[in-house]
Each structure stands twice: as structure tokens, then as C-alpha cells.
């Protein structure tokens, strides 16, 4: 069964500088995608930025870049120049590439980004 | 593009009540999905639509919980009776395809604050 652990509860960042958020997972499966989902504060979810497994460049969304490891199973995200926006749940996600395209979601990292 | 609604946005009831949660997806989005998401844990998936057809529904609890979609747009999620431990928020999400790939991308509806005492 597939698992994804974000190990940093909590985190906090001043505006403008950067953090990284960080994600690992298990899997057996070598074909297969993840996700960076964003949850501000009673607003409803929405993707950030995607990776597919297969491709070994990194993925960037503008001021959201992401470092994939796949050897290592690990999925960070880098967020640049931090707005007071960015302030949310953060929560990475997994889903394989055959049958039974589940999403298995982390437990996600709350942000917050200080004035 | 009209979003994902959800309706109640919030409800409280007591235990042993019933409740049922209405999700309408993005028009022609095939895959319709209704995850839990209790406070300070990520989404679980509940059960995965593909058009009217269940794709997954391994970690809906059967006993208490049902979800249908008539006709393979809206949907509703029922939970009869409710427990304590089911307050949570229900959020329905949905997508073009349900995989992984750009155009399956999910888009989240605003969810339901389920409180249960």
C-alpha cells in the first residue's frame, strides 16, 4: 500500500524569503504521479504543482518549484519570494498510474508566512 | 467554468441522527469524488465515481455511509446513523479523467463542516 508522510507539522517563513516544505513516500510502483495541494483558510483546496514520476526534471510553477527524488522517494516543495498569501495547509499526494487511481494524501504542513 | 458545489456548508447533529451532503461536480467532469477530512489529518478518499459506476469505495465504512450518483452528475454522500467520530469535513472533488495526468486534474468544492454531538 502506498503512504505519504510530511514529517513538518507546522512550519513559518518571513515574506519574501523562501521554505521548503517536505514530503516522503512509499511506493512499489514505478509509474505513477505527485501533487502539492494548497488549502488556505476556509477556502477550498486547489493544486499547486504536479510531477510525474517518469520525468526526471523537476517541475516549476512559477514561485513553486519542486525537487524530485525518486530514488530516495522524496517530493519537497520549494516555495521563493513567500507571500502573505501562501499562508495555508499545505498537502502532497500520490496517485499511481494503473487501475485504481486513489489519491492518498499526506497530513499535510501549515504555513505561515510573517509580515 | 462554474466550480464544484457542495451543500450544507455546515451542519450539526446529534449521534445516531442522519445527514446527507450534495455535491454538484464541473460540467462534463466524468470522475466525481468524496473525500473525509478530519481536523489536523489530509483528505481520505471515501469513494471515486466514474460517471454513475463506483471506482473505488474500499474505505467507505458500508455499515453507516452510502453515496450514489444518479444519472452520473450530482451526487449525495448519506451517513446514517452518525457517530462522534464521523464529524469531519466532507469534501467532494471532481475531474475530467481519473488519473493522474494534467487533464484529470481535481478541482475541490468548498466541502461540508460536519460536527456531530
Known amino acids: 500500500a502506498q503512504t505519504v508522510t510530511q514529517s513538518q507539522p507546522e512550519m513559518s517563513v518571513q515574506e519574501a524569503e523562501t521554505v521548503t516544505l517536505s514530503c516522503t513516500y512509499d511506493t512499489s510502483e514505478n509509474n505513477y504521479y505527485l501533487f502539492w495541494y494548497k488549502q488556505p483558510p476556509s477556502r477550498q483546496m486547489i493544486l499547486v504543482i504536479r510531477q510525474e514520476a517518469y520525468k526526471q526534471q523537476n517541475a516549476t510553477e512559477n514561485r513553486f518549484s519542486v525537487n524530485f527524488q525518486k530514488a530516495a522517494k522524496s517530493f519537497s516543495l520549494k516555495i521563493s519570494d513567500s507571500q502573505l498569501g501562501d499562508t495555508a495547509m499545505y498537502f502532497c499526494a500520490f496517485i499511481k498510474n494503473t487501475g485504481g487511481f486513489k489519491t492518498i494524501f499526506g497530513a499535510g504542513t501549515r504555513l505561515f508566512v510573517k509580515a | 467554468e462554474a466550480g464544484v458545489a457542495q451543500s450544507p456548508r455546515y451542519k450539526i447533529i446529534e449521534k445516531r441522527q442522519s445527514v446527507a451532503f450534495w455535491c454538484n461536480p464541473i460540467s462534463g467532469h466524468a470522475t466525481l469524488y468524496w473525500y473525509q477530512q478530519i481536523l489536523g489529518q489530509g483528505p481520505k478518499l471515501l469513494i471515486q465515481?466514474?460517471?454513475?459506476?463506483?471506482?473505488?469505495d474500499s474505505q467507505l465504512p458500508k455499515d453507516r455511509f452510502s453515496a450514489e450518483r444518479l444519472k452520473g452528475v450530482d451526487s449525495t454522500l448519506k451517513i446514517q446513523p452518525a457517530k462522534l467520530e464521523d464529524s469531519a469535513v466532507y469534501l467532494c472533488?471532481?475531474?475530467?479523467?481519473?488519473?493522474?495526468?494534467?487533464?484529470?486534474?481535481?478541482?475541490f468544492g468548498p466541502g461540508t463542516r460536519l460536527t456531530v454531538l
Open positions: 465515481f466514474q460517471n454513475n459506476g463506483v471506482v473505488d
Open positions: 472533488a471532481s475531474s475530467r479523467g481519473g488519473g493522474g495526468s494534467l487533464l484529470d486534474t481535481q478541482y
